[in-house]
């Protein structure tokens, strides 16, 4: 099993950055994939961005290429989502994900593991 827990979320102005991580624990030996997903109130839950178990491949939703950067630092168990250039639309629930496996990938029924997810909101 692997747990994972989310931190950094908050509020910020349009315009704004902000960096959301994801800590493993548990189980963490093998090599996992992850992934960023969000859920804005009143939508489903869609891909933000996911990257491989070396970090030699990612994805990013259409909407988040340019201003969102998805890394991992693997000595510490953590994913980053570093979130640039800020909009309102950006306000959702972050979630992390992950699942054994070196691929990449982007659609949420892909993976096992999920955390509670933090809250970002961008005011305009």
């Known amino acids: 099993q692997v747990q994972l827990q989310e931190s950094g979320g908050g509020l910020v102005q349009a315009g704004g950055s902000l960096r959301v991580s994801c800590e493993a624990s548990?189980?963490?030996?093998?090599?996992?994939?992850a992934g960023w997903f969000r859920q804005a109130p009143g939508k489903e839950r869609g891909v933000v961005a996911a990257?491989?178990?070396?970090?030699?491949?990612?994805y990013y939703a259409d909407s988040v290429k340019g201003r969102f950067t998805i890394s991992r630092d693997n000595a510490k168990n953590t994913v980053y989502l570093q979130m640039n250039s800020l909009k309102p639309e950006d306000t959702a629930i972050y979630y992390c994900?992950?699942?054994?496996?070196?691929?990449?990938?982007?659609?949420?029924?892909?993976?096992?593991?999920w955390g509670q997810g933090t809250q970002v909101t961008v005011s305009s």
């Open positions: 994900a992950a699942r054994l496996g070196t691929g990449l990938y982007s659609v949420d029924n892909e993976y096992r593991y």
């Open positions: 548990g189980r963490t030996k093998n090599s996992y994939a």
């Open positions: 990257i491989t178990w070396s970090g030699g491949s990612t």
